[in-house]
Every structure is written in structure tokens, then in C-alpha cells.
């Protein structure tokens, strides 16, 4: 089966011959790579002609001005003509050996619209992980997938999804009205449509480093929580017709996303950042105001790496105030 994988770059020629190579690397027949150059001043236009040079699989578009993200992403599905597709950005990487069995998985179950891996991140001075020796998978019910989504804020990794091109076209772009959530909100739009297999290993590994668009919100607790909301409510707003307890689900998403103010406020609050203690918590009470008045320690439970942070939280603040003192 055929696969384009649509590369969009800006400003990362460091980082574009290592993404392509991981994709050539990948053990699949009928491999299309679009590279879509969004006006870069580095050189990654010449990183990429280079390449393409080498390997007739690669193509490149470039753009004269800068159009913004959306722009490639949406004009990469306008140029896929694959059964498949996948949108990679050009600081992230494919997993080794990750695709094939993606592939695989998409073929033995055609009622399924994409396929998603275990998410996965690299920091500045770390490299991504070893080969992939066996990826297990299993299949989701769509609507399942839409309120286990909902009702946890655990990373989705929908940066790199494995898309059924037929879906992707039923289910339309990227929402340029989403900074940084696009992507999330686009998988649930793709969910409703049909099911989701579910990878045990990454299909693709996140960079977390200084330059990328979304590098400014990391540490921004409140507006990666506002963006979230964001995606929600543009998925609600348009996916709620034959969608049954869509109002029921969105509710609970957004009292995740205020559970998560509370206790990110009380952070705050510990290390000393009351400014922002303040902000965080009158947007949880914008969201659900008795969240705010009765500690959710529910959501303590829920969560995967409470117990990690509220330890390093709390260290901070003891040796904050022994400092002090």
C-alpha cells in the first residue's frame, strides 16, 4: 500500500536530514516524502533539494512567503494521493521500524480511520530511542477513544498519526484557528468517523526543544490548559450531530481542564509564583467554579506522574523557604 509522508519545514535544516532519513529508513514499497519549505532564511531549502537529488521518492514545495504551519498542513493533504498519510514535522522523528507495522495494522482492520503510537518526546541533548523490536496494537472504538481523550489530560500523541486518506479527506483540514491543539482536535474529529488503532510503541517521536512554534507554551501551564479548552469546544461546537452525550462529554473535559488549574495553581502557590497562582485559578473557576472551592483530589489519582511532580514541587518549596530563611 502506498504511503505519503508530508514533511512541512521551517527554519530546520539541522534537524530535516535526520527526519527524512527516518523515514526512508522505514521497511515499506509505494513511500512518497513532501517536503513543504514555508519560506525558511536557514537552509533548509538546500538541505532539501540535496536530498531530493538523492532519493526520486522525495519531492519539494516551497513557498516564497511565509504562510504560517496550517498552510503546509493543509496543503500536504491536498497533495497526497496515497492510501495513506501522515503529516511529520521536521523536528520530529519517525520511531525505527515504527511504520510498517502501522501499516500493517490499518490493512487487517479497514473500519479504522488512523493509527496512533505511545507518545514519546527528546530534550535538547537526549536521542531518540532504540529500535522498535515488536509493537503490539489493538483497536479502539472511536467514541471510546473521544471520551477517554476527554476525560484526561495524559499526552495524546497525535503530532504524527498514520491517516487513511479517505478519512482524512471526510474529516477535512487543519483547524488554523488552534495554535498548538490542532492536531488533537483534528485525531477526535477523525475518531468520530471511524475506529482507532492503538499502537503499544511510538509512531513517532515529539523534539521538545528551543525555536519549535509551540516552544513558548511548554512551560505556560495556562495556556496550554486554554488551548486544550479551545479544542474541545471547536470539536463540540461542530461534531455534536449523531454524537450521542456529546454535551455530557465535553462537560467532563472541561472539568478535567479546571481540576488541572487547581492543582497547577496550588504549584504555583507553593513555589512562590502567586501572580500566576491567581491567573490559573480564576480560569479554573471560569471553567467550573466549585472545582475551584473543593480540592479534586480525585484528579491526584487519575493522572499519570502526580506523585513524581508533587514531590519535586514540594522539594522546591522546602528548599525555596530554608533559602529564605
Not at 540535496?50 to 526520486?56: F, G, H, T, V
Not at 516551497?62 to 498552510?71: F, Q, R, S, V
Not at 491517516?163 to 475518531?191: H, I, K, T, W
Not at 514531590?311 to 518549596?317: S, T
Amino acid at each position: 500500500m502506498s504511503v505519503d509522508v508530508i514533511i512541512p519545514c521551517y527554519n530546520y535544516a539541522h534537524f530535516l536530514e535526520q527526519c527524512v532519513g527516518g523515514v526512508l529508513s522505514q521497511a515499506v514499497d509505494g513511500l512518497r516524502i513532501i517536503i513543504i519549505d514555508n519560506a525558511s532564511t536557514d537552509d533548509s531549502v538546500a538541505v532539501a533539494k540535496r536530498l531530493a537529488e538523492r532519493d526520486s521518492r522525495i519531492e519539494v514545495i516551497c513557498h516564497e512567503k511565509n504562510l504560517g504551519p496550517h498552510a503546509s498542513f493543509n496543503e500536504g493533504i491536498d497533495r497526497a494521493s496515497a492510501d495513506y498519510l501522515m503529516i511529520l514535522c521536521a523536528d520530529d522523528l519517525l520511531a525505527e521500524g515504527a511504520l510498517e507495522p502501522a501499516i500493517k495494522a490499518m490493512e487487517q482492520t479497514p473500519e479504522a480511520s488512523f493509527a496512533i503510537g505511545a507518545y514519546a518526546e527528546i530534550r535538547p541533548l537526549e536521542e531518540a530511542g532504540s529500535a522498535i523490536a515488536e509493537s503490539s496494537w489493538h483497536m479502539s472504538d472511536g467514541l471510546g477513544f473521544i471520551r477517554r481523550c476527554c476525560s484526561s489530560l495524559d499526552p495524546v500523541a497525535a503530532h504524527a498519526i498514520l491517516v487513511r486518506r479517505s478519512v482524512q479527506m471526510r474529516a477535512g483540514y487543519y483547524n488554523p484557528r488552534l495554535a498548538l491543539c490542532d492536531d488533537f482536535e483534528l485525531a477526535l474529529r477523525l475518531a468520530q468517523i471511524g475506529h482507532v488503532i492503538e499502537l503499544s510503541a511510538p509512531l513517532a517521536v515529539r523534539r521538545i526543544q528551543s525555536g519549535s512554534i509551540s516552544e513558548p507554551a511548554w512551560n505556560d501551564r495556562l495556556r496550554l490548559l486554554q488551548e486544550r479548552q479551545a479544542a474541545l469546544d471547536s470539536f463540540f461546537a461542530s461534531g455534536r450531530k449523531g454524537f450521542p452525550d456529546a454535551d455530557k462529554i465535553h462537560r467532563v473535559g472541561l472539568q478535567r481542564i479546571a481540576e488541572a488549574a487547581f492543582w497547577s495553581a496550588v504549584s504555583h502557590l507553593a513555589r512562590g509564583k502567586s501572580r500566576i497562582a491567581l491567573k490559573l485559578f480564576r480560569y479554573g473557576y471560569s471553567l467550573r467554579p466549585a472545582t475551584m472551592l473543593l480540592p479534586p483530589l480525585a484528579y491526584l489519582v487519575r493522572t499519570n506522574g502526580t506523585t513524581k511532580r508533587v514531590k519535586a514541587v514540594m522539594l522546591e518549596a522546602f528548599g525555596r523557604r530554608n533559602g529564605a530563611s
